[in-house]
């Protein structure tokens, strides 16, 4: 069964703009995860946030985690076109098991 | 570098021939995983295995076999596939401290007529 549902499923933004992409889960988690792949390649790893924390940068990313709520969001400032990808949540829970959403597809125009 | 590396990339075969996906990491991983992808669902894990000789279902396990006789490498085994198994394959592999990044390799694209 599907732990994390991202929202939107697709999302068209113009370069420069901000994208905001929502993942929601169902049981409790160690922590939570953001994968980006580009068209039919892997996943790469982007930035991990654990459960007694709220927030997290890692450059043009913002990652927040609301666990009252089950829910986690991806905030990429200034999008560039090479941004164009998928993007993934994943948690984890009991035994080590990732467990990935059904993703969201961002395209960025010029 | 770090890398999973997955063989055959792209194959076509045909319902019922055996067929053997293998996964090979170079970072001395403890823990690797298999997953499809398919078009709405995301990602679903078929097996994983936490360490060498040890092995457990994923949420999809039907038609597959691993086994993990060293700890670099992980074979996805499909026995008799059928059409329903043509998907992307990916492995993935990750040190045992939970929440550490994982590794993907490359993909494996099956076609099963």
């Known amino acids: 069964s599907q732990q994390g549902e991202e929202d939107p499923q697709a999302l068209s933004i113009q370069e420069g703009e901000n994208a905001t992409m929502n993942c929601s889960y169902k049981?409790?988690?160690?922590?939570l995860q953001w994968y980006r792949q580009n068209s039919g390649r892997g996943l790469v790893h982007l930035i991990l946030?654990?459960?007694?924390?709220r927030e997290k940068h890692s450059g043009r990313l913002r990652v927040t985690l609301d666990t009252s709520k089950k829910s986690s969001s991806l905030l990429i400032t200034a999008s560039r076109a090479a941004d164009t990808a998928s993007y993934f949540c994943?948690?984890?829970?009991?035994?080590?098991?990732?467990?990935f959403g059904t993703g969201t597809r961002l395209q960025v125009t010029l | 570098e770090a890398q999973v590396t997955q063989n055959p990339r792209y194959l076509i075969t045909v319902t019922g021939k055996k067929l053997t996906v293998t996964c090979s990491q170079n970072?001395?991983?403890?823990?690797m995983s298999w997953y499809r992808q398919d078009p709405g669902l995301g990602l679903r894990q078929i097996y994983y295995?936490?360490?060498?000789?040890?092995?457990d279902k994923g949420d999809v396990p039907e038609g597959y076999k691993v086994s993990r006789k060293e700890k670099r490498n992980f074979p996805l085994i499909l026995e008799s596939p059928s059409p329903n198994q043509t998907s992307l394959y990916f492995c993935?592999?990750?040190?045992?401290?939970?929440?550490?990044?994982?590794?993907f390799g490359e993909g494996s694209w099956l076609t099963v007529v």
């Open positions: 049981t409790s988690i160690n922590n």
């Open positions: 994943a948690t984890t829970g009991t035994a080590s098991k990732l467990t």
């Open positions: 993935a592999s990750r040190d045992r401290t939970e929440g550490n990044t994982i590794y």
């Open positions: 946030i654990r459960s007694n924390e």
């Open positions: 295995s936490m360490n060498v000789e040890v092995t």
């Open positions: 970072m001395n991983h403890e823990y």
